[in-house]
């Protein structure tokens, strides 16, 4: 199977056609390469130190959250040449799936998150341009600092929290997604997941009675990636890598 074969069963597994996005994530088909693919690289973002692990890991392409083009339309220069210039040199890949990712209702990073906390009655939740990209579902109920602590052994990653109530009910957004916790205070969630946010969403959560918890944009998505590598060792016989490279963000 080549580069193109296999995106165009991404293309349709993730949905790309229908799902909107930022114009700038790019979805799908970023960087074409040539043979056959035998080994696909698994990363959260495609920045230089992740193609040259995935180059020295002998990858032949790369499946990424976050792709090379967030800046929008740039010259070929600097870094972003840099980029460029060591994928064509080892003939690496590229294939990007920014919300198509997150939404995927069995390998998206918010089904992960549903899955690590053990989220029952799972439904959509969290509306951006028109759809709704996270899910919302109800727990066994948990004192915030215990789900919190969960959180944390299940990403390896530091958590936030603010508020203090027991969890019972909860949404969740993986990434940056701070601006939806008003969502979940609008239903009457008790609590509220993303990976980051900002300042006033403290005083929000607070104010609200919905406790936030923010535990990094970086490993809220990390399962879906893993997923689709999983996803293509089953269907594929294709091996994959985790290429770890964690922002603290």
């Not at 996005?21 to 799908?28: I, W």
């Not at 919300?99 to 509306?127: K, Q, T, Y």
């Not at 958590?159 to 969502?183: F, H, M, N, W, Y």
Request: proline share 4%.
């Amino acid at each position: 199977m080549d580069i193109l074969e296999l995106s165009r069963y991404l293309d349709d597994l993730l949905d790309l056609a229908s799902i909107k996005d930022s114009a700038n994530a790019v979805n799908g088909l970023q960087v074409q390469n040539t043979g056959p693919i035998r080994k696909v690289g698994l990363a959260v973002d495609a920045c230089q130190a992740t193609l040259e692990m995935a180059a020295a890991r002998k990858c032949d392409m790369m499946f990424v959250h976050h792709g090379l083009f967030w800046s929008g339309v740039q010259p070929v220069r600097g870094p972003f040449y840099d980029k460029l210039a060591f994928m064509i040199r080892n003939n690496l890949g590229l294939y990007s799936a920014h919300i198509p990712l997150d939404m995927h209702p069995l390998l998206g990073n918010n089904r992960a998150l549903a899955n690590l906390i053990g989220l029952e009655r799972v439904e959509p939740f969290g509306e951006y341009d028109g759809q709704k990209i996270g899910l919302k579902g109800t727990l066994d109920p948990v004192p915030a600092g215990e789900l919190a602590r969960r959180l944390e052994a299940g990403l390896g990653s530091p958590v936030k929290v603010a508020g203090e109530r027991p969890i019972s009910t909860i949404g969740l957004v993986s990434g940056g997604a701070g601006d939806i916790l008003c969502q979940a205070i609008r239903e009457g969630l008790d609590g509220y997941i993303t990976g980051e946010g900002a300042n006033h969403h403290f005083h929000e959560a607070v104010e609200g009675n919905c406790v936030l918890f923010l535990a990094g944009h970086y490993a809220t998505e990390t399962g879906g990636v893993k997923a689709v590598g999983r996803h293509l060792e089953q269907k594929f016989q294709i091996q994959t890598e985790f290429l770890d490279y964690p922002t603290g963000m």
